[in-house]
């Protein structure tokens, strides 16, 4: 089972920045070959949304409201996917969780909180 684990959640005033990192492991043996990672957000009471993903072969996928602000990158050596957001809102503050995908199987991690608020 593949675990994903989030960091670089905080607080931070609007038009502040901030990089996410989520970093892939397994209890034993190596990674497998994770075709796409990205990032969700949710907000209590609401849906999952996607924020950002990136797909091997293809262009990164942003959710409009956030293309030009956020950047989407990957570290194959090193398992992990960064979301680098800037020029941040207010009603960006959500709880941002990692997604991977390899083949048909699909992975979560717990998410980790961005706050945008003065």
């Known amino acids: 089972q593949v675990q994903l684990v989030e960091s670089g959640g905080d607080l931070v005033q609007p038009g502040g920045s901030l990089r996410l990192s989520c970093t892939a492991s397994?209890?034993?043996?190596?990674?497998?070959?994770?075709?796409?990672m990205g990032w969700y957000r949710q907000t209590s009471g609401k849906e999952r949304e996607l924020v950002a993903l990136?797909?091997?072969?293809?262009?990164?996928r942003y959710q409009e409201a956030v293309e030009g602000r956020f950047t989407i990158s990957r570290d194959n050596a090193r398992n992990t996917v960064y979301l680098q957001m800037n020029s941040l809102k207010s009603d960006y503050s959500a709880l941002y969780s990692c997604?991977?995908?390899?083949?048909?199987?699909?992975?979560w991690g717990q998410g980790t909180q961005v706050t945008v608020s003065t």
């Open positions: 990136l797909t091997r072969g293809r262009d990164p």
């Open positions: 997604y991977a995908r390899s083949g048909n199987a699909k992975f």
């Open positions: 397994v209890a034993s043996g190596s990674v497998p070959w994770l075709d796409t």
